[in-house]
């Protein structure tokens, strides 16, 4: 990692003294997460037009509005969940991406399948546009998306890859990955190693990645599965004990699952209802497997589940788990980023991104966190100390 001198003057952008423009607003960070790695000290930042326009040591700006964060705070882009369930309407699942997500510091969102071509216009005009929070869709390659209480790839008459390419090519600034579960609930009946192959010639021919749900090894083997991915797909639900696990009987993560790493493949929570075991997480990320992406699979029924899993929870438990701070906030912002391969979400405070910003504190004390499992750990959850949505401040 390089030293925090030679990052003031390699990582951030040098500000042009004589032609800087003029800022909404200034913000004053005690500590800033660098793109670079690590962490630099006592950064400035303008906001002009919902864009951040000046970021450095000292900024000479005449901005009519400053904020002056806490000692503790620390500044990071808009937190992305990469794996939840957005929809006002037409999924099962859907929860209202601003009221559910965004006060909770989430200012980008994937939908993990909510649409398929049959339901996407109306999702666009009826989800996507009018939200405040930036929401993308995995497409489902289910026609009918998860607009029904039966599996989406229960019936073989709404798989349709020809229909979920043109959906794709009709919506390029929404639709940035394809979302496959190959799970009973989502299969039924259905064998899923018919299914699979269709989604990775879509995702072939649109040039995006996959968001993929595994089945179990006992059902089909991991390795057969893992094979069929490319480099820069995503497989969530990593840290569930059942009904996969990707922990072995000798309590090692299981080599398909390392190979499949190896090979470029990424790894994503999806906390959900029953999909996040901390003897799991805690195995894995002691031996070095650490996920890629950090996401809450937030969905209706959800909301009242007495086991809270907001993206700042889910943050906490992964600390408690053991997983470093700062891969912690990587895996929420630059982590998705690169993932979507959207160049409105950055993931990274830089000069002309869009002002999504987070300002983050961890507090001293712990609180008792619990799993889907009903397994208890002594952790902290982040606390949102500031939040701009397009350079505007949304109230937690």
Known sequence: ??????????????????????????????????????????IQLAIQD????????????NATNQIHLPDDAILVPGLIDIHAHPARSGSIFGVDPD????????????????????????????????????????????????STAEG?????????PDACLVAIRRYPEHVTAIAVNASQAACADQDPRGILPLAVKVAGESGLPLLY??????????????????????VTYIFRRKPHCIITSEGMVHPAILAARQRGLLFDVGHG??????????????????????????QKRHLEDPIPHTLLNVMGKLEAAGMEQEAIMRAVTSGPAAYLKDPRVPGQLQVGAPADI?????????QSLTDTSG?????????????LSAGEQIEP
């Open 1 to 42: 990692m390089l030293s925090q001198q030679v990052c003031r003057d390699k990582c951030l952008p040098k500000p042009d003294w004589t032609s800087m423009p003029a800022a909404d607003l200034l913000i004053h960070a005690p500590r800033v997460l660098d793109p670079a790695g690590g962490f630099l000290d006592d």
């Open 50 to 61: 919902g864009q951040i326009v000046g970021l450095g040591p000292r900024l000479e700006t």
């Open 99 to 146: 009221q559910h997500l965004l006060p909770h510091g989430v200012t980008t969102v994937l939908s993990q399948g909510d649409a398929g071509s049959s339901t996407i216009d109306a999702y666009v005009e009826e989800t996507i546009r009018p939200s405040r929070t930036g929401v993308k869709l995995a497409i489902n390659l289910s026609s009918v998306g998860e």
């Open 152 to 160: 989406c790839l229960s019936n073989p008459d709404w798989i349709d």
């Open 213 to 234: 749900g595994m089945r179990p090894d006992s059902e089909w083997a991991f390795d057969d599965q893992l094979q069929q991915l490319r480099p820069g797909d995503l």
């Open 273 to 298: 209802y029953s999909s996040f075991d901390f003897k799991v997480a805690c195995q894995a990320i002691e031996q070095g497997f650490s996920p890629d992406t950090i996401s809450t699979d937030l």
């Open 358 to 366: 987070s300002a983050l504190r961890w507090p001293s004390g712990t």
């Open 375 to 387: 397994q208890q750990m002594q952790g902290r959850i982040p606390e949102l100390v500031l939040l």
